[in-house]
């Protein structure tokens, strides 16, 4: 599968700066490589690409192990705000990074409109 990294970075930056309150986004692969991103200066796309596999495999083994059954999201919650781990098919999952102001129905709004067009740019 041929993957336009810059279409995704595109979709992020639009997602980024177009909804309140998000700081930073990323795409990565299952396995940890960073697919694309739009993340705070100071981040490093690799290590927030591993980081984010290791906490889908985690979600997963837990949700297996809990009879939970698929994971749809994984959401970790913080002092300066949260982090919400979104599978986006077989071969991507979208990370976003947001502050404790955000409204968490318009953001998972936004995710979900965000989801279906990196979707389209991942066929």
Same mark, same amino acid.
């Given at each position: /599968?041929?993957?336009?990294?810059?279409?995704? %970075?595109?979709? #992020?930056?639009?997602?980024?700066?177009?909804?309140?309150? =998000?700081? +930073?986004?990323?795409?990565?692969?299952?396995?940890?490589?960073?697919?694309?991103?739009?993340?705070?200066?100071?981040?490093?796309?690799?290590?927030?690409?591993?980081?984010?596999?290791? /906490?889908?495999?985690?979600?997963?083994?837990? %949700?297996?192990? #809990?009879?939970?059954?698929?994971?749809?999201?994984?959401? =970790?919650? +913080?002092?300066?705000?949260?982090?919400?781990?979104?599978?986006?098919?077989?071969?991507?999952?979208?990370?976003?990074?947001?502050?404790?102001?955000?409204?968490?129905?318009?953001?998972?709004?936004?995710?979900?409109?965000?989801?279906?067009?990196?979707?389209?740019?991942?066929?």
């Amino acid at each position: /599968m041929a993957i336009n990294s810059q279409k995704l %970075g595109h979709i #992020l930056q639009n997602f980024v700066t177009a909804t309140p309150d =998000v700081q +930073g986004a990323a795409m990565v692969t299952p396995d940890g490589l960073p697919l694309a991103s739009s993340l705070p200066s100071g981040m490093d796309d690799e290590r927030v690409s591993a980081m984010s596999a290791a /906490m889908l495999s985690l979600g997963e083994r837990i %949700g297996k192990e #809990l009879v939970r059954g698929a994971i749809d999201r994984i959401y =970790v919650e +913080g002092d300066e705000g949260f982090s919400i781990l979104t599978s986006c098919g077989e071969d991507a999952v979208f990370l976003v990074l947001a502050s404790r102001a955000a409204k968490q129905g318009v953001l998972m709004l936004e995710i979900k409109r965000t989801l279906a067009e990196l979707k389209s740019a991942l066929l």
